[in-house]
């Protein structure tokens, strides 16, 4: 294809790229603003280190695609990929509702459960976009529908963690983070349901449930693929530091950093 912008006209993309634009949106909205709450308010209401809240924070986002990651692959392919789509970003919306609820209450318990809730919405929701594009894109609009795809995501990772650090400033701001999170998976509920019908790549799959053995074999898979794995670890590592290094030295306290 001469200009992959031209995808956008095309409901097999533009629905799902705009689904998985929210769903990356709304994920870095709540985390970024959890994160700074945690940082501002309740680690000193808790007495807690803001490191260990923070860290935990993102063990508890992270956990879910380490546990879930084969089952969730193993989901997408046996069922049919847009009920798939809509039912996960139900899901979502009943999440955001519990967390705006421990948004407005200061109920930081159960702020992480959500937390660990989205973590495990992204990873079943991880596998159906990547199988989706091989199956609703032509041979020809397949790179740039990646391309697009990517550009997509960073996009909405980067535009979340503004609007969070904004909401935050805002008067009432904990009201306004449980509005937006809520708006926005409402958006993405509904741009889910303009997602044409896919059919399931392998409906007589049989599945295994324990995600301990499923876990095992990826990761022994993944060892016959050691470039790839060191790619991706390297890009995960600099990213994870540089949120670690750069967090800290965007709170100041009394014209000091806190470190």
């Not at 995808?7 to 603003?33: C, E, V, Y």
């Not at 986002?61 to 046996?78: E, H, V």
């Not at 990517?150 to 306004?176: C, D, P």
């Amino acid at each position: 294809m001469s200009n992959q912008f031209q995808l956008f006209k095309r409901r097999r993309f533009s629905a799902m790229f705009f689904t998985q634009f929210l769903g990356a949106f709304n994920d870095n909205i709540f985390k970024q603003a959890l994160i700074l709450v945690l940082t501002y308010t309740a680690a000193s209401k808790l007495g807690v280190e803001v490191s260990i809240l923070n860290n935990l924070a993102a063990m508890l986002f992270i956990l879910p695609y380490f546990l879930f990651s084969a089952l969730a692959g193993q989901i997408a392919d046996k069922y049919e990929k847009s009920k798939l789509t809509q039912f996960i970003k139900l899901l979502e919306l009943v999440i955001m509702a519990v967390a705006a609820v421990g948004f407005v209450f200061e109920w930081y318990a159960l702020l992480f459960v959500a937390l660990f809730l989205m973590g495990t919405h992204s990873t079943f929701f991880g596998p159906i976009k990547y199988a989706y594009l091989p199956q609703a894109m032509k041979e020809d609009e397949l790179v740039g529908a990646n391309g697009l795809f990517q550009m997509g995501t960073s996009l909405a990772i980067l535009v979340g963690m503004i609007v969070a650090g904004i909401l935050t400033q805002l008067s009432q701001s904990l009201y306004w983070i449980s509005a937006t999170v809520l708006v926005v998976a409402v958006l993405g509920y509904l741009a889910a349901r303009y997602i044409p019908t896919m059919p399931a790549m392998q409906p007589d799959l049989k599945i295994n449930w324990n995600i301990i053995t499923t876990s095992l074999a990826t990761v022994r898979y993944l060892y016959s693929l050691p470039f790839f794995i060191l790619y991706h670890s390297w890009q995960q590592l600099v990213l994870v530091l540089w949120g670690d290094i750069f967090d800290p030295s965007a709170r100041v306290q009394q014209g000091d950093f806190a470190w």
